[in-house]
């Protein structure tokens, strides 16, 4: 069964419309989809309007930016449901998406003292109805000549610790597991390899298990079936749910050309009964 549960439109930092990344989805088969756009559920609605009346199911998600240690995670949420919950999660979305638009201005500010200028409202004024973030100074960054593409901006600039970077307050892992338990999502962790060592990740995982984050992305759109396996093994021990996705961002990572992955009968049948669908 081909699914897409691990993807990005213009909500977020992705460059096709939420409708536009459905449809690219449905059209390579895709039979179960969830846009998962960070700190936002906004493109659920066109989402699901673009794939359902063809049959295809869809989730409502998201990819939550938490913190572990000095380390950022991002916690991919599947099914998140109507109700009193759902209006606590938007507040606190809310106010990471306003803490996301200081950070901008601040970024920007940082640059000036480097000798480099740029428009910080010109630059917000294009996220205007999704979550803003470092690849917006990045891209603009290349449109004024500073740098020759994003990579460029992001080694030379906006990385981690970089001479531009501003480190972002995130969620604590557990808040977000209970942001996810409130509305009723199930929590996987996405692309368990920026993490570094396996040991890293396996700590994660008996910190947290018990709060609910049960599944792991071990298959991801740029991995090998030798990293994959990896994370398999993983999951077999500690009795986790492996989930799969392509983080397709459209032009914005040429690397992945197209929605969706393919999953194994005996990857899928677990993960469908953890996912309910």
């Not at 996405?190 to 995982?205: C, K, N, Q, Y």
Request: proline content about 4%; some cysteine.
């Amino acid at each position: 069964m081909r699914l897409e549960l691990h993807c990005h439109s213009t909500h977020s930092d992705g460059s096709f419309t939420a409708a536009e990344v459905a449809l690219a989805a449905v059209r390579t088969g895709v039979a179960l989809f969830c846009l998962t756009d960070h700190d936002t559920c906004a493109g659920y609605g066109a989402s699901a309007a673009t794939v359902e009346p063809v049959g295809c199911r869809v989730l409502r998600g998201l990819e939550l930016s938490c913190r572990h240690g000095n380390r950022t995670i991002h916690v991919l949420l599947y099914g998140v449901q109507d109700g009193a919950g759902l209006d606590v999660l938007a507040n606190r979305l809310d106010a990471i998406h306003r803490e996301r638009r200081e950070r901008i201005r601040a970024i920007v500010a940082r640059l000036s003292r480097l000798g480099i200028e740029l428009d910080e409202d010109a630059i917000l004024t294009r996220t205007h109805g999704r979550t803003p973030g470092r690849p917006d100074v990045a891209r603009e960054l290349v449109a004024r000549g500073h740098c020759a593409s994003m990579p460029e901006a992001f080694a030379r600039w906006l990385r981690d610790g970089g001479p531009a970077d501003v480190p972002l307050e995130r969620l604590g892992v557990l808040e977000g597991l209970e942001l996810a338990a409130i509305v009723g999502a199930k929590a996987s962790l996405a692309h368990p390899h920026t993490l570094g060592d396996v040991s890293i990740v396996r700590d994660l995982f008996v910190r947290h298990r018990e709060a609910g984050l049960r599944g792991i992305e071990a298959f991801y759109g740029a991995y090998s079936r030798p990293e994959s396996a990896k994370w398999m093994t993983l999951a077999h021990e500690l009795d986790l749910v492996a989930t799969g996705g392509s983080d397709f961002h459209g032009e914005a990572n040429p690397a992945v050309t197209q929605p969706g992955i393919n999953l194994a009968p005996d990857v899928l049948g677990p993960l469908l009964v953890w996912l309910e669908v």
